[in-house]
């Protein structure tokens, strides 16, 4: 089963919103990998700073097999910076464009 660490812009999205989305996403994956994923939790419910927030979700990523990036995370401040550590880091990324996954590198 491979993991999955979901980036994607959640900015003024409802948690039922941001639920529907990544679930869309995870079938998305599985079905462009061939084989079950399991999400890597991201979201925090508790008021934290936006960097607060950031320094987590790369620090969870570390654990994940893929980064996906659902399509709006060019012009998202925190998916830039995810996918810049990312790259770095040699994680197999995953892209998301007009609802198809695309890329992977």
Do not use: Q
Request: net charge negative.
């Amino acid at each position: 089963m491979a993991t999955i660490f979901i980036s994607m812009p959640m900015r003024e999205k409802s948690h039922e919103e941001i639920t529907r989305e990544r679930e869309r996403l995870l079938e998305l994956a599985g079905e462009y990998l061939g084989e079950p994923v399991k999400l890597i939790e991201n979201f925090m419910s508790e008021k934290v700073s936006a960097l607060e927030c950031l320094g987590e979700s790369i620090k969870r990523m570390a654990g994940a097999d893929y980064v996906l990036f659902a399509e709006g995370y060019e012009n998202a401040r925190g998916c830039k910076i995810e996918l810049a550590c990312a790259g770095k880091y040699d994680k197999k990324i995953l892209i998301e464009n007009a609802g198809k996954i695309e890329e992977v590198y």
